[in-house]
């Protein structure tokens, strides 16, 4: 048996098949964990979602921003957005069965000694918060899928405080799992900056890559994507593993055991670009 992380998939399904031949998939007995934004932007987020509800035996999988996104296009609480490519998915006659799939997935998985999660994990959480923090969300959106949805947009208050109300922890707490890169040295979420590394002004009163931070409990390793311009980066706290395939680079697993990368370049069918 092996158990794989996946980074983000986004609907590149002809390159995930790929992948599962670079790993030697054995669905008798393989398990893969996947880092959250399963569809939209590639081209085959129908024929992926049918794959993943053909192998749900196999499969863990996070909430990332994209699928949230989904869910709230679906749920009619959101416009889909010009860049979107969830038609096929939207129309397909298995939806309903995907949508009762994945908005019953968590935002965090805690795994052996990881924890599984779309975009990060804030510094002052302890992994025991965290982990209460995604089921009290978790409950919230099986419990009333379409008002959760519609309520959860929006930056505000931007920073977490044990003292918010529970609404805006919620809503706080999505943000920073599924939308967190840079943190302000107050430690609230900079929304704005997707880019490299490397072009990050290091000065103290600018923003750092949320890994960059000490954190309270660094008890288990934290398994992210969601950052393509980093591509794969491993931190003092765990690796990111969104190595932008749906911008033609390449899809990664992070083996749990081993922690041996394996790759695939994106399938030319699958992109849109």
Known sequence: MAAYAIGDVQ????????LLNRINFNSDCDQIFFVGDLVNRGKNSKLFAEWCLSHQA???????????HFMAVYFGQKKKNKSDTLDGLLNSKKISAFIE???????????????????GIYPHWT?????DLSKKVHEDLIAEPENFLLKMYGND???????????LKLRMTINIMTRMRMLNS????????????????????HPKPWFD??????SKKIITGHWS????????????????????????????ETEELFQVPAHPDDLII
């Open 58 to 68: 196999n499969i863990k999988t996070v909430l990332g921003n994209h699928d949230l």
């Open 213 to 218: 931070f000490k954190r309270l409990d660094s």
């Open 11 to 18: 609907g590149c399904h002809f390159s995930f098949l790929d």
């Open 157 to 167: 208050p931007g920073f977490w405080s044990d003292d918010l109300d529970n609404f």
């Open 101 to 119: 799939w994945i908005y019953q997935q968590p935002l965090v998985i805690d795994y052996e000694n990881y924890l599984i999660v779309h975009a």
């Open 186 to 205: 107050d430690l609230s979420l900079e929304y704005n900056y997707k880019g490299e590394i490397s072009k990050i002004n290091n000065d103290k009163f």
């Open 127 to 131: 992994i025991d918060q965290s982990i």
């Open 229 to 256: 311009a980093i591509d794969i980066c491993r931190h003092q706290y765990g690796i990111s593993i969104d190595s932008g395939c749906v911008w033609g680079n390449a899809l990664t697993a992070f083996c749990l």
